[in-house]
């Protein structure tokens, strides 16, 4: 069985990448979650709450909908927590003292006092339901005579964040996610509940805590001794000697599509290292340099717009990582 993980659009930059001295680079960045917590939430408990499911059958694929299996959910859930190392310590409860509490969608504040307190944590993440809508999808692809026919599945978990004397919910997570796979005689129920309910918790971590993503970006190659031994440099892991070459180019020379290059590469540099001020400043100084309409403005003006939204990231991510006692830059 082949599985496919509906992914996002194509990064833009890489259309760039066939023209001469741009060479692509990819390389770890750490991103901020989707909901901040106060930074006295230190210890986390998920409980699961989602309705109990028939044993999903192996030898039936159901189109339309499902129930997913909230305790595989919440065991992968928590797992991602624990592994992310950001709370310093999660647990899971799926205990008769939870299952009492099934009966109302919203916890009563008494109930979220009492099970905080019970289960010594600063922070309940009850796992409502993981809704599952399935049905058949042909998807093209550019040089294939006819479709081929996959497998279509719409996921809707209900997440709700508990603090101990809030009144609500800090938080409720309602997130439609998506999945394909290829449609063969071998899927099965218990495939889709399963993979599903395990992929929901990862994405779920990734909503809730920083995370690290692999990210494509492109630089200049080439052109002088200095370009070439800068990238040279830069392929070995070493941005400081990269850096040192790059703006000692700029520095030397007055104008031209080179001055521009450096500084679009200066622009990486810093943001590799984590200094996303001076990065934002080297790729407007890549522009001032650039000729109207060539290659060197097309590639700065990208990289400014994905260099805008990550310096928002930064300030968010510092806020996030404020519990550690450091910051990003």
């Known amino acids: 069985m082949k599985k496919y993980i509906m992914a996002g659009i194509l990064l833009a930059a890489t259309m760039l990448v066939s023209c001469g001295g741009l060479q692509p680079f990819t390389f770890d960045q750490l991103y901020p979650a989707e909901v901040t917590f106060p930074e006295q939430v230190r210890t986390v408990a998920v409980v699961n709450r989602a309705p109990a499911i028939p044993f999903p059958k192996k030898d039936l694929l159901t189109l339309g909908r499902l129930e997913g299996d909230g305790k595989v959910l919440s065991e992968s859930l928590a797992g991602g927590l624990a592994d992310s190392h950001y709370f310093y310590q999660v647990v899971i409860s799926d205990s008769a003292i939870t299952q009492e509490l099934t009966g109302g969608e919203i916890l009563p504040q008494p109930v979220v006092d009492s099970l905080t307190q019970v289960l010594g944590v600063d922070m309940i993440l009850s796992v409502d339901r993981i809704q599952l809508l399935t049905g058949k999808k042909e998807i093209y692809y550019p040089g294939l005579i006819s479709p081929f026919a996959a497998f279509d599945l719409k996921i809707r978990p209900v997440v709700r964040?508990?603090?101990?004397?809030?009144?609500?919910?800090?938080?409720?997570?309602?997130?439609?996610?998506?999945?394909?796979?290829?449609?063969?005689?071998?899927?099965?129920?218990?495939?889709?509940?399963?993979?599903?309910?395990?992929?929901?918790?990862?994405?779920?971590?990734?909503?809730?805590?920083?995370?690290?993503?692999?990210?494509?970006?492109?630089?200049?190659?080439?052109?002088?001794?200095?370009?070439?031994?800068?990238?040279?440099?830069?392929?070995?892991?070493?941005?400081?000697?990269?850096?040192?070459?790059?703006?000692?180019?700029?520095?030397?020379?007055?104008?031209?599509?080179?001055?521009?290059?450096?500084?679009?590469?200066?622009?990486?540099?810093?943001?590799?290292?984590?200094?996303?001020?001076?990065?934002?400043?080297?790729?407007?100084?890549?522009?001032?340099?650039?000729?109207?309409?060539?290659?060197?403005?097309?590639?700065?003006?990208?990289?400014?717009?994905?260099?805008?939204?990550?310096?928002?990231?930064?300030?968010?991510?510092?806020?996030?990582?404020?519990?550690?006692?450091?910051?990003?830059?």
């Open 161 to 329: 964040a508990y603090i101990p004397s809030r009144v609500m919910p800090v938080v409720t997570i309602s997130k439609v996610d998506s999945m394909l796979w290829d449609l063969t005689p071998m899927l099965s129920d218990h495939d889709v509940v399963k993979e599903a309910s395990q992929h929901t918790g990862i994405t779920l971590v990734n909503q809730l805590v920083p995370h690290w993503k692999n990210v494509e970006r492109i630089y200049f190659d080439g052109g002088n001794p200095d370009m070439r031994d800068a990238a040279v440099s830069l392929r070995e892991g070493d941005w400081q000697e990269a850096g040192r070459l790059w703006k000692n180019l700029y520095d030397s020379l007055k104008k031209g599509k080179l001055k521009s290059r450096a500084a679009f590469n200066m622009a990486l540099a810093c943001e590799v290292q984590g200094v996303m001020d001076e990065a934002v400043s080297w790729i407007e100084k890549a522009k001032s340099c650039a000729s109207k309409g060539s290659e060197e403005e097309r590639a700065a003006l990208f990289y400014s717009a994905v260099l805008q939204e990550r310096a928002k990231d930064f300030q968010l991510l510092n806020l996030q990582m404020a519990r550690f006692g450091n910051k990003i830059n």
